[in-house]
Each structure stands twice: as C-alpha cells, then as structure tokens.
C-alpha cells in the first residue's frame, strides 16, 4: 500500500530557450518558456523533493550571472526567478521549512534541477552513482561544479529501488548518464510518473523525440529511455509528465493546491 499522503508540483523559476535543446533536431529558431520545477511529495515516512531548482544566488548576483550564465555555453542567457518562485519560499507557504525535507532526490545535477542543494545541506540526497560520477567529470556545460562540491548527505544509488513504499526510482538514462525518473502512485488518483528530462516536451513523449542533448551523444539510448517510461504507464495506468513543458504546466492544479 503507497505510503503517499499529497503531491505537489513547484514552480521554482523559467528559462526562454530555443526548442532544439529540449527536441534532438527540431525547433531551429522556435523559443520557448520552459518552466523549471520541483515536485514535493509528503509521505507517511517523511518528505520527499525531487529536485531542487537552480541556485537563486547565480542568477540574483550579477557577478555570478556573468560568471555561469553570459557566456558561450549558454547563449539564451540565465533563468529567470522571482522571489516567490525561491524554493523556500514555495515551502513557507505550506508551512514548512527546508529542513522538514527528509530526502532530495535528484533526478540529474544539471544547474535547474540541482543547483538549490546549497539551501538542503541537512537533507540525504539521492543521486545515481553514474550521473555523480559524470556530473563531476564535467561531461557538458549544463553541470557547475559547486552545485554538488559540498559536503552533502549522498546516497549514492546503481539501480531502481523504492524510497518508500509508492514512490519508486526509475532509471532513464540518455539525457545525462544516471538520469532518474520516479513513479508516484497516489492514494486516491492516477499515478503520476515524473519523466524529469527524459522528456523535456509532451512531443518528446508522444513522438519519442530524444532530448536536445544526449549524453555522448547517444541519442538511442535517451529513445529507449522514453519508451520504457511510455511502457511503465501503460502497464501501471500512470500519467506520464513531462519536466519542462508550460502547457502542461499550466493543466496541473494551481499552487498551492495538490493531488492525492
């Protein structure tokens, strides 16, 4: 029986981009506003975050902006965050604090979805050893390296495991090299399967689109990711999100309501 209570998706800021990073070979010259999210689960063992947005102080401090983000790596430019959109903020405002977040789970350490584990440093975080490992190594541009250099609470993982019981790790690797992906089986509604950046894009799931980046370029890998995670739904009656889609965004419930 899932020991899931209530399930929140985060918004924790956006970033305006041309759409061949989020689909391998399609969208030159389209721009699109891609949401940046972390999802909160509360379950009866503790609460789980899977993900934690950028580090706010990158993009706030215009040093640090010009430092990580006004470059040839990126040249779409920084994120945008707002104040409310900080991830402490999103916690206030169900009452919590960050240090009543159990377990960070990452889904891959690029800098919009690991770069706020400076503000969960008490927290056990869990991350595929390979995508620690590649993460390190540096093996692409969208990986800064303070993000993860602290002293954090690894939990370092190899393969698919139950966090508790209704929330489950899914391997998805392609986009990065240990990619994570979690199934959410709620108490009363469909479960959710989070495809974090497996699929960038509902076209990613529905067209089986690789992401825009691959890892060594292994384009076939990431396709099989998808249809593995398009195969978990159909055989578990989840719904499949994708991570960076506004329209889809924009169908979940609003903020601060949640499903369950």
């Not at 490992?133 to 609470?153: L, P, R, V």
């Not at 691959?214 to 009656?237: F, M, P, V, Y």
Request: hydrophobic share 35%.
């Amino acid at each position: 029986m899932t020991q899931v209570r209530r399930f929140w998706p985060l918004l924790t800021g956006t970033h305006r981009y041309e759409k061949t990073l989020s689909t391998r070979g399609r969208g030159q010259g389209v721009y699109i506003q891609a949401p940046i999210l972390a999802y909160l689960i509360e379950t009866a063992n503790g609460r789980i975050l899977y993900d934690v947005g950028c580090d706010y102080s990158k993009i706030n401090d215009p040093e640090l902006k010009k430092q990580y983000y006004e470059n040839e790596a990126f040249p779409f430019g920084p994120p945008e965050m707002t104040e409310e959109q900080r991830l402490h903020n999103r916690l206030s405002h169900l009452g919590l604090q960050p240090v009543d977040i159990d377990v960070v789970f990452i889904g891959h350490l690029h800098f919009d979805h690991g770069g706020g584990l400076c503000d969960m440093q008490h927290a056990d975080v869990h991350v595929h050893e390979q995508e620690l490992a590649a993460a390190k190594g540096q093996a692409d541009d969208a990986y800064f390296q303070d993000d993860f250099s602290a002293n954090y609470h690894w939990r370092l993982k190899d393969s698919e495991y139950d966090l508790t019981p209704g929330v489950r790790a899914i391997e998805s690797p392609g986009h990065t090299a240990g990619h994570m992906s979690m199934l959410i089986e709620l108490p009363k509604g469909q479960p959710i399967i989070l495809a974090g950046d497996a699929a960038d894009l509902q076209e990613n799931i529905d067209d089986e689109v690789a992401p825009g980046l691959c890892w060594n370029d292994r384009e076939e890998l990431a396709l099989s990711s998808i249809r593995k995670l398009k195969q978990l739904a159909a055989e578990t009656g989840a719904e499949l999100w994708p991570n960076h889609d506004y329209d889809f965004y924009r169908r979940c419930l609003p903020f601060p309501e949640f499903y369950r």
